[in-house]
């Protein structure tokens, strides 16, 4: 069974920073695509960044494409989301998930089988 555990949320003003971990167990790292998604109020899920455990491509929805940056360290099986210059509309759950490789669509949630249970993001203006 995988299982996936974010940390690293909080309250942090507008302008700054935030790193967000998730960490992977129960499953090989490599094999699989690692997401970052989050829900703010109101909302749909939406994708933020996804990322090919096995050293491929990574992705950014437009939204967040130059401030965050999704990375791994495979020694620790954790996948990260930095996140800079961070705005109002940025306050969200955030949540990481996993999906089999060979997903067709990476930045559909409903390709994910895995979830972690969010780590709440707020950005104070």
């Known amino acids: 069974q995988v299982t996936l555990i974010e940390s690293g949320g909080g309250l942090v003003q507008a302008g700054g920073s935030l790193r967000l971990s998730c960490a992977v167990s129960?499953?090989?790292?490599?094999?699989?695509?690692m997401g970052w998604f989050r829900q703010a109020p109101g909302k749909e899920r939406e994708f933020v960044a996804v990322?090919?455990?096995?050293?491929?491509?990574?992705r950014y929805s437009d939204s967040v494409k130059g401030r965050f940056s999704i990375s791994k360290d495979l020694t620790v099986n954790t996948v990260y989301l930095q996140m800079n210059s961070l705005v109002s509309e940025d306050t969200a759950v955030y949540y990481c998930?996993?999906?089999?490789?060979?997903?067709?669509?990476?930045?559909?949630?409903?390709?994910?089988?895995?979830w972690g249970q969010g780590t709440q993001v707020t950005v104070s203006s």
């Open positions: 998930a996993v999906a089999p490789l060979w997903a067709a669509q990476p930045m559909d949630a409903s390709m994910y089988d895995h």
């Open positions: 129960g499953g090989t790292f490599s094999r699989f695509l």
């Open positions: 990322l090919r455990g096995d050293g491929g491509a990574l």
